[in-house]
């Protein structure tokens, strides 16, 4: 046998012996519902999974001065990340600008996105009525919902995004 070999045989005699050493598979702890809840919230283009709750845009403004300002500007433009308003009527220019208003097909995944990932040093950190409020403010900086309609589990599907039929389905229905 190559000293290669001598090298390989031993090692898996230790990799062997290391496995067995588990009597079971180490897939961590069972979990409860509530676990299941925590990391289960998806929200469809159709509302579903939307929490109870609301808020509107006047709501929504001085949370967004609190937590998203700073990285995302005054209005939702101009900050030092993505501008999240404006860009409407840029998409078939040599210069789109692609923001939730100009772009994003469904209003329900900005609750989804805001709730999930933002703000970006706090992620999970806001309140359901604060999502539902900023969703709404920055829904009206862009024009599409106005300052005073309440988005809810019931209201915000129905809000109807400017370039919600200019997406292309890209499998073959069968
Ligand atoms: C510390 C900086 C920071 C803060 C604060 C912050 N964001 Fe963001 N935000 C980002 C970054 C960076 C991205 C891009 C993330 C990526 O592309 O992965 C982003 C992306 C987004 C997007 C998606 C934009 C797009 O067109 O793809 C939305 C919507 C958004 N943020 C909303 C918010 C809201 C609402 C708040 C306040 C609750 C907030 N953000 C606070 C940094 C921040």
């Known amino acids: 046998m190559s000293m290669r070999s001598v090298v390989l045989v031993g090692l898996l005699a230790c990799f062997a012996t290391m496995v067995q050493a588990d009597d079971k ?52 433009q101009e900050g030092m990340n993505d501008a999240l308003v404006g860009g409407h009527g840029t998409l078939t220019g040599d210069l789109p600008v692609r923001t939730v208003g100009s772009y994003w097909p469904y209003a329900t995944t900005l609750f989804d996105y805001i709730r999930r990932a933002m703000p970006y040093t706090a992620p999970g950190s806001l309140a359901d009525n604060d999502v539902y409020a900023l969703t709404a403010y920055i829904l009206f900086l862009n024009g599409i919902v106005a300052e005073e309609d309440t988005m809810t589990a019931e209201t915000l599907p129905d809000v109807r995004m400017p370039n919600r039929d200019n997406f292309v389905w890209a499998y073959t229905p069968r």
């Open 25 to 76: 598979p180490r897939l961590g702890v069972s979990v409860d519902e509530t676990a299941i809840a925590a990391s289960n919230f998806t929200i469809l283009p159709n509302g579903e999974g939307l929490p109870a709750g609301g808020g509107d845009a006047t709501e929504g403004e001085p949370v967004y001065v609190r937590a998203c300002l700073a990285c995302h500007g005054v209005k939702g």
